[in-house]
């Protein structure tokens, strides 16, 4: 079976691990999200595909779900005793080897997938993982501050600095419009048996992926089952609900799957307590949903890939 995922951070990269667990023989394909790269210290930051690639290649901080498990800040503390910022995003020492490495690539004239390609050859996340483009894609968040007026900031100045605290009056993907689906992408998704809709952010994760030109008409051509990441009205995790505010939607399984619609996603995985969910055109099925331990995440990726093999 040929399985292509479209992931964010920790709820996909989570998910992912249950879904080899579920599978093992299938030949699994990650799209990753790169709307919440950025550039700190000089050097490329892919918050996303590296906590997959840390997540499926076993060097992941189990207890945050970001970063690297033994780690240490000591070149962050350094900078900051030069006063040297941001310090509200945490780097550290094992992570920024990870971030040299890639920027020391890309100046070299390396496409990010090509990078990730390399760092991979390290991890061996037992996945293909692809940027969603090599294009330079970022989320910004427009919102009015107390003290500074209305502006536009990075995601994630917004997200880790801010903690979603400031309501976003809107969120823009920059340079979005003007992007190319990776290398890979497109095939990948074409050849796929099934594609699989995580319970990542549905705004900010999978909709900045679909945001990709080419990349939301290709979806829609495959049996597509997604995983609801909201539980009884509240995210499972993060601020989803935060984003969904800001681009007026409800923070629901019910208003989430609207969101993507019938013509896109074919079958909705929610949870017991959303087990009324009903949405035309679309098969909903309700069962426990929150990946609790490692048997319980295996058990919704083979819920979401039954109910795909059903649907085909």
Known sequence: MRIVALAGGIGGARFLRGLQAAAPAAEITVIGNTGDDITLFGLRVC?????????????????????????????????????????WFGLGDRDFATHIVRTQMLAAGYPLSAVTEALCDRWKPGVRLIPMTDDQVETHVVIDDPEQGRRAIHFQEWWVRLRAAI????????????????????????????????????????????????????????????????????????????????????????????????????????????????????????????????????????AALDLAEELA
């Open 167 to 302: 309501p976003a009056e809107s969120i823009a993907l920059v340079g979005a419009g003007d992007a190319k689906p990776a290398p890979g992408v497109l095939e990948a998704i074409e050849a796929a048996d099934v594609v699989l809709f995580p319970p990542s952010n549905p705004v900010v994760s999978v909709g900045t992926i679909l945001s990709v030109p080419g990349v939301r008409a290709a979806v829609a051509a495959k049996t597509v089952v997604g995983v609801s990441p909201i539980i009884g009205g509240a995210p499972v995790r993060g601020m989803a609900d935060a984003c969904l505010t800001a681009i007026g939607v409800e923070t629901s399984a019910q208003a989430v799957a609207e969101l993507y619609g019938p013509d896109l996603v074919n079958g909705w995985l929610v949870a017991e307590a959303d087990s009324g969910v009903r949405v035309d055109g679309m098969e909903v099925r309700s069962r426990p949903l929150l990946m609790s331990d490692p048997e319980a995440t295996a058990a919704i990726a083979r």
């Open 47 to 87: 918050p996303d595909l590296d906590t997959v690639m840390y997540t499926l290649g076993g060097g992941i901080n189990e207890d945050q779900g970001w970063g690297r498990t033994g780690e240490s800040f000591t070149v962050k503390e350094e900078l900051l005793e030069y006063g040297v910022g941001p310090g």
